[in-house]
């Protein structure tokens, strides 16, 4: 599906509705990241997912720097992904995003954020470890991949 009708769908529908979330999902079960980031570029909105333990994928959206890391109710850590956009800005992790990091270093996994320049990962060393690190050290220092 094109990037237009996916928009237009999404128009339609609603952010919140059923079909968007479904539609998101499979884009994220496809790692279509080009696709995501288009779509909360068009809407000028972050867009927040959340993929649990049991591979369950939860969206949210939000206004520019305004979307946290929040666990919906009845989500099973440890979370697998937390993936969030940056429409029209660059893929870096804001303040928000690193304090967000830093209360989910024992149950999060992966975190990625999408920018206009690429893609920004990171990934959990300490994942699950009693001890919580000072520094945010658990998560891997990775650049920024360009889109292709």
Known sequence: MQIQEITELIRIN????????????????????????QISEFFGQEISILVDAQERIFVDWGSISRVELTPPLGS???????LHTHPRNQAFWSETDQYSLFIAERILEQAIVLGMDGILSTSNTNLLELKPSIDQSCWTLEQVTAWS
Not at 14 to 37: H, V
Not at 76 to 82: E, R, T
């Open 14 to 37: 609603g952010q919140d509705s059923e079909k968007t979330t479904q539609l998101i999902s499979e884009l994220t079960t496809q790692k279509d990241w080009d696709k995501i980031y």
């Open 76 to 82: 099973v850590v440890p979370f697998k992904l937390w």
